[in-house]
């Protein structure tokens, strides 16, 4: 493992054109076009670590910038000098003295630390030979929590308490283990119903999925309520009223118009509300929470979310009924792991957001490592399924019955199809160069 020395960063801007049939489309965001910046770690060995974040187009540009001024904090250390304090590698990225400044912690300087330090728990994962929830879940508890950076975050979860949590989650790993290897974790999609859908496609692709074995059904809402209110009754009747129906607004409302918004909605008894209002505003959603909480709606975000510090006060504030981490927004798996601690310590369920580009591949393998080693439990809990993009990998996501199989490759699942890549590079690609010609 110390052979392995890191002796070039690669980052390249991947784009693909999905806003041409309205994949992804929601209230705020209507034509985007699923990309990342994806990097490459070569070491001094044969083995590489291959890590991305997500983004939906224009500015991916401006992350593969951010990406290369963060690459000489990376340069020339080996991976047993970054694993030996991974929490001050973490650091190190996420608090330079000079690059801090345009965070911290927060925006495109932490996309790219996500992009960068999904690569290296890859090429971690690589060299145990061990797919990245594996390496986890196998993984001493005190050494797992020396990944963590708790500056900021303890007085809601101290290093001594996030111990006791994993050390009390050991009764029955082997077994929940056993079960996911077996069953597979549940999964809800969001495949059916993006708002760019016409009624016979949101028809046919719920037939479809129910068809499938789809249980747990999402849908976008916020530019229309008479059109909210239609489409929601539609799916409502189509899915029957015991499989469960979730609605996201992708931080359309403010904060009344989104109690008001919702309560109209109730009558389709959504699970949750997910995104009602700006990211940011965490007594906001707050507000939202208490209102919705008689109609026995719960409120869901996280996936703009930027670091722990936010995910901390949602807790505290009890803001948020399920949390939404995201593998790519906030600081890779070293800050999810304390996201996924204090949810447990808070006893909010996680509930992963996923979709994008490469976004199932590596965060199934984070709600695994909650299920197996952290939460014990499947209760209310479920990560978000889109049916985007998978081939594009060397190692895609496997659905089977509306579970994720847990992956067998050792690595973060982050590995992309060179001819994927370099046919979607922008602007340069056979893909983008095809499309302006039109």
Partial sequence: MSGSKIINVRVRDVRFPTSLEQ?????????????VAYVVLDTDTELK????????????????????ALSTLVLGKTLEEITGDFRGFYRLLSSDGQMRWIGPEKGVIQLATAAILNAVWDLWARVEGKPLWKLLADMDPVKLISCIDFRYITDALTEQQALDILLKAKTGKKTREEQMLREGYPAYTTSCAWLGYTDQQLTQLCSEA???GWTKFKVKVGADMQDDIRRCRLIRKLIGPDNTLMIDANQRWDVNEAVNWVTKLAEFHPLWIEEPTCPDDILGHASISKALAPFGIGVASGEQCHNRVMFKQFLQASALQFVQIDSCRVGSVNENLAIILMAAKFNVPVCPHAGGVGLCELV????LFDYISVSASLSNR?????DHLHEHFKSPTIIRNAHYIPPVDPGFSCEMLEESVQKHQYPDGEVWRDIEKQ
């Fill in 23 to 35: 994949h992804g489309s929601d209230a705020m965001h209507t034509d985007p076009d699923y990309s």
């Fill in 364 to 367: 199934q393998h984070l709600i």
């Fill in 49 to 68: 670590g291959y890590g991305l974040t997500f983004t939906v187009g224009r500015g991916t540009e401006i992350v593969v910038c951010a990406v290369k």
């Fill in 210 to 212: 129910l068809a499938q």
């Fill in 382 to 386: 479920m990560c978000e399924y889109v």
